[in-house]
């Protein structure tokens, strides 16, 4: 398994400009998250998903927009980059949690994202 | 989501028990504790998780006392690959947010 698998890694974007950062996972898991994190902060959910066809926001979704077609699939889209959405982003999977299952958190590499 | 309050950073030498504290004085009784790390500027790692009694897995044991407003992160025998970002986080198992605060610095020293 590739687990949960992020690209770009990096990027540099000009104000104004769009990008997606797309995020997939071959663990089959429905839960998949979308979070940021600033320098020397912690993480900060953007917006996550429950399953195919279903997002909800986070802490911090305003000027970003998620789609999940499908249970790999969870892109994150940026409308009109700003420098305050310079930042890492992090994609993470789990699966529901059950009396068996723990639902922990897995993420991927991470996607850092320079907006100029 | 209960607050957790950890030390800023702390060290441990190569070899030793690293004992991370975590203080949840207002969690509530149907709320985990989860431990992760952040390696560097890598994704944060699942590390260990529990509600009353104390666990132990391949990479941790977790300690949480009888009232629950506090808990231990014991890594037995740190490396130099422990050295990261230890998150203690209190929230209800499967919950959608999980709020990872700055945590604690642990850095390994040979």
């Known amino acids: 398994n590739a687990g949960v698998t992020q690209t770009p890694k990096f990027r540099i974007l000009k104000i104004g400009q769009s990008m997606t950062l797309q995020c997939a996972q071959d663990?089959?898991?429905?839960?998949m998250y979308w979070y940021r994190q600033d320098p020397g902060m912690g993480l900060k959910l953007i917006y996550y998903?429950?399953?195919?066809?279903?997002?909800d926001k986070g802490e911090v979704p305003n000027g970003y927009n998620v789609s999940r077609s499908t249970t790999e699939d969870f892109p994150l889209r940026l409308e009109l980059a700003a420098p305050s959405q310079t930042s890492v982003y992090f994609c993470?999977?789990?699966?529901?949690?059950?009396?068996?299952?723990?639902?922990?958190?897995?993420f991927g590499e991470g996607s850092r994202l320079t907006v100029l | 989501d209960a607050k957790t309050t950890q030390p800023t950073s702390m060290d441990c030498a190569e070899g030793r028990a690293a004992n991370l504290p975590c203080n949840h004085s207002t969690i509530s009784g149907n709320e985990y504790v989860y431990w992760y790390r952040q390696i560097h500027s890598q994704g944060p790692q699942y590390i260990i998780h529990g509600l009353k009694n104390n666990e132990t897995n391949e990479m941790a044991s977790l300690i949480i006392t009888e009232d629950r407003k506090s808990s231990t992160l014991i890594l037995p025998h740190a490396t130099l690959r422990d050295t990261a970002v230890y998150y203690c986080?209190?929230?209800?198992?499967?919950?959608?947010?999980?709020?990872f605060g700055t945590g604690t610095r642990l850095t390994v020293i040979p």
């Open positions: 993470a999977s789990s699966y529901s949690p059950t009396p068996l299952g723990t639902g922990e958190l897995f």
């Open positions: 998903s429950v399953g195919a066809g279903i997002t």
């Open positions: 986080i209190a929230a209800l198992r499967g919950a959608n947010n999980l709020f």
């Open positions: 663990m089959n898991h429905n839960y």
